[in-house]
């Protein structure tokens, strides 16, 4: 038929404060009943599937407390407790480890990268990182836009860097640009 179809990516929350003050998160919501498209010679019939904008943090998710579904990753196994639920984390592995056996610790050669689910922001949240690298210089951490899904006028990021063995820490949350950098090497 010649059609190109494109899947476009609907982001209600990209900008802030525009469709929110506050925290933003995207809503799918889908018509229970069909929707036809006419044109002259021929008719569609789909889903009307609409995103809006759901000012405020998303409830978090219940927690599990039982081993049905299993909710050890990684081929753990679980064990029923008493109000919950314990997972045993392959031993044959010592990267596996953490309340559900989720990877936690990651190795790379100088070529490696791994990507990762953004970070909630709905309240006060604490990351921790150790690094251990015989290099200078690398970048150890970004969060933000990449190049291949680039979005004018958002520009909010975060990356860790190693330069000259020295770390720096660049925050941008849509103004400018903050610098923090230790004056000594790391160890």
Not at 4 to 17: S, T, V
Not at 58 to 72: D, F, H, L, M, Y
Not at 89 to 99: L, Q, T
Not at 107 to 128: K, T
Request: proline share 6%; with cysteine; hydrophobic share 35%.
């Amino acid at each position: 038929m010649g059609v190109k179809i494109l899947m476009i990516h609907i982001d209600e929350c990209l900008y802030e404060r525009v469709n929110c003050d506050g925290s933003c998160d995207n809503e799918l919501k889908i018509d229970e009943l069909p929707v036809t498209v006419l044109t002259n010679t021929t008719s569609f019939v789909g889903v009307n599937a609409r995103v809006f904008p759901f000012c405020g943090c998303v409830a978090p998710k219940p927690e599990i407390r039982s081993c049905n579904p299993n909710p050890c990753l990684n081929n753990g196994t679980c064990e029923v407790l008493t109000g919950g639920y314990q997972c045993h984390c392959p031993a044959n592995n010592p990267h596996f480890f953490g309340p559900n056996c989720e990877r936690l610790a990651a190795s790379y050669n100088g070529q490696g990268w791994s990507w990762h689910s953004g970070l909630p922001a709905c309240s006060n949240s604490h990351l921790s990182l150790v690094f251990n690298t015989q290099m200078e210089e690398g970048t150890l951490l970004y969060t933000g836009p990449s190049p291949n899904n680039f979005v004018e006028n958002v520009s909010d990021f975060m990356a860790i860097e190693l330069q000259n063995g020295k770390l720096k820490m660049f925050v941008n949350f849509g103004s400018e640009t903050k610098i923090l950098a230790l004056e000594h090497k790391v160890q």
